[in-house]
């Protein structure tokens, strides 16, 4: 069984100058070896294909997303460290008493 959903023209992804598009994904079950050919309808045009996970964060909304997210957890970080340090601070007072 072969599930194939054609992806809009917005995936675009630049790596290291090149650019990539992505066209389809495809989802295979059962898993196994699989032959998958791509052809270029102009002689001329030399076209590359490539077979992996899509990129995760590959839009504006995606990436504000993820940059909302680590905002959040960086400052959910700092506020357990400051009241881990007045919990010790505490208990180092009241020990010493």
Same mark, same amino acid.
């Given at each position: 069984?072969?599930?194939? @959903?054609?992806? *809009?023209? /917005?995936?675009?992804?630049?790596?290291?100058?090149? $650019?990539? #598009?992505? %066209?389809?994904?495809?989802?295979?079950?059962?898993?196994?070896?699989?032959?998958?050919?791509?052809?270029?309808?102009?002689?001329?045009?030399? @076209?590359?294909? *490539?077979? /992996?996970?899509?990129?995760?964060?590959?839009?504006a $909304?995606? #990436?504000? %997303?993820?940059?909302?997210?680590?905002?959040?957890?960086?400052?959910?970080?700092?506020?357990?460290?400051?009241?881990?340090?007045?919990?010790?601070a505490?208990?180092?007072?009241?020990?010493?008493?």
């Open positions: 069984m072969v599930l194939v @959903s054609m992806l *809009s023209d /917005g995936l675009t992804l630049e790596v290291d100058g090149e $650019r990539w #598009r992505g %066209l389809q994904m495809m989802y295979v079950k059962p898993v196994g070896t699989y032959t998958l050919t791509c052809t270029v309808s102009d002689e001329h045009v030399t @076209s590359s294909f *490539s077979i /992996g996970d899509p990129p995760r964060f590959h839009d $909304r995606s #990436r504000a %997303l993820a940059g909302l997210a680590a905002s959040a957890l960086a400052s959910l970080s700092v506020l357990v460290g400051a009241v881990l340090t007045v919990v010790i505490v208990r180092r007072h009241l020990h010493g008493r």
